[in-house]
């Protein structure tokens, strides 16, 4: 990777419906309609008028995003994007990942220059967070290497558990945590 990719990616820990980036992404589920954990928190973080976007779209199935208004967010919009219920197969991995190029992708189509990740389908999709963070991490970098537009991704974790797996992939990987 070269360092320009490396000076982009951080991680961080905290509220991610308290972040002022461009896009922060929704580990949302397919419907779009609101749920648990980080999706319930940006949909009552948003307000109702996020609902009301979501309910036009016609939902979203795994591996893809769709992208709204940010409301009442201090991020300007919401990239939301379904993650796989994890089952272990090499089919997880490669949704996964599609759930990182796809959100990037609106991003740069939307002209956005930062956004923010929470762990996709870590919490209640049972994804494990070592096999999830290398994934992320990866795909976010390559995906970075040919699209200088993104001047910033964060992944924005809730837990100290999650937070010391970033930091210790991120280090191996050189991008300083």
Known sequence: MTTSVLDRIRIEQGDITRLAVDAIVNAANSSLLGGGGVDGAIHRAAGPELLA???????CPTGEARITK????PA??????????YSGRPADAVK???CYRN???????????????????????????????????DTT????QDHESIAQVIFVVFSENHL???????????IPS
Do not use: K, M, N, W
């Not at 976007?53 to 939902?59: D, K, V």
């Not at 940010?70 to 967010?73: E, F, I």
């Open 103 to 137: 959100s990037l992708q609106l991003a740069v189509d939307h002209g956005l220059r930062s956004i923010a990740f929470p762990a996709i389908s870590c919490g209640v999709y049972g994804y494990p967070i070592e096999a999830a963070v290398p994934l992320a991490v």
């Open 70 to 73: 940010g409301y009442r967010l």
């Open 164 to 174: 010391g797996v970033y930091r210790r992939y991120l280090d191996s990987r050189g």
């Open 96 to 98: 996964l990942a599609s």
């Open 141 to 144: 970098a390559a995906f970075l």
């Open 53 to 59: 976007e979501c309910r036009t779209l016609g939902g």
């Open 76 to 85: 300007r919009f919401v990239i939301h994007t379904v993650g796989p219920v």
